[in-house]
């Protein structure tokens, strides 16, 4: 995989390179982790082609000692990377080990060799290493902000509306999502049923940039009451046919401690988080694509469960009202949905 020149890939979306197939498994033992990876040929490629000259040089050297001494602190270079092949793992980030077993062969090009050039042989000699060093720049710096950004929903905003200015319709990558099908390449960009949630792939997964409120999440402010309060009362937050969710208010400890009660399962109860006697808001999340229903009090995680109930089954109870959104929860999706249909 470190080796492959094919390691990336282009696309209409900027920054207009991303990584290429994953590496290959060989043999009936899987890798441990298979991570998106580019390659010494594609992402240090005058790195890689100044160490291929300056290995045939030294191996068809004339001067012995010096040969030995730079071979030998090659040696060490390859041992100190031997580690990151031979672990199960591939990983972009391990590149970096391999990079000194390439310095030494091409220090050994740009000083020995170099002087030899000719004055016209030098001149093309430079075009090409000034194109190989943006060809680098670019496409390192392309993929490192790719995979910085990847999940941030303001990234993706701003790729598809500088797509739609410079391409038109229809946006690249974007897809239904239909339950059940294998998760595509990262970067992909999927719309579940009428922009109820926007999701992009990464490695094997589905991560959510936006989900609709009231459908996805639901947020709003609980108070409980007098007769709300543990151990008595009803302290339920959303109901229906899912289950129950309810939180657990102690004045005595100062806490809350959200609990969820599916219709046909065990009681699920949450993290207590401190509680000062007032409003609280309250947030909860259920998502069935991306995984998990998550409840949070006051900005703190109180609850998850990888089983995530249908919010649009769930009715909220009179002391949990329920903060209405001024504008969509699920713009950027709302504008593919758009661009797609035209």
Known sequence: ??????????????????????????????????????SLTATATLLFVLAVIGLVYMLRGRRRAPTICLAAVLFGTVVAAAPSLLIGFTANRYLTDLLPALLVPAAVTVTAVGAFQRRRAK??????????????????????????????????????????????NPPPGVIELHSGATVPRDGIVAIDGACDGLYIAEQGHWVALERAAGRRQIRGAYTPTADTIVPAGDNMV???????????????TGTATPVWQPLDGAAVGGTPVGWGGGPMAVEVVADP??????????????????EAPDLAELSPAAQFVVQRPSASTTPICNSLAARLAR
């Open 1 to 38: 995989q470190y080796l492959r020149p094919d390691t990336v890939r282009f696309e209409r979306l900027a920054p207009f390179a991303r990584f290429g197939p994953p590496a290959h498994e060989f043999g009936s033992y899987p890798l441990e982790s298979n991570t998106p990876s580019t």
């Open 123 to 168: 001149q093309a000699t430079a075009s090409l290493v000034i194109l190989a060093v943006a060809w680098g720049a670019w496409v390192n710096v392309a993929l490192a902000t790719w995979s910085e950004n990847l999940k941030n929903p303001g990234f993706t905003a701003w790729r598809y509306e500088l797509d739609a200015h410079l391409f038109g």
């Open 238 to 252: 959303l109901s229906g046919s899912p289950g129950t969710l309810r939180i657990d208010a102690d004045i005595a």
């Open 289 to 306: 694509v991306a995984g998990g229903f998550a409840v949070s009090i006051d900005g703190r995680s109180a609850l998850f469960q990888l």
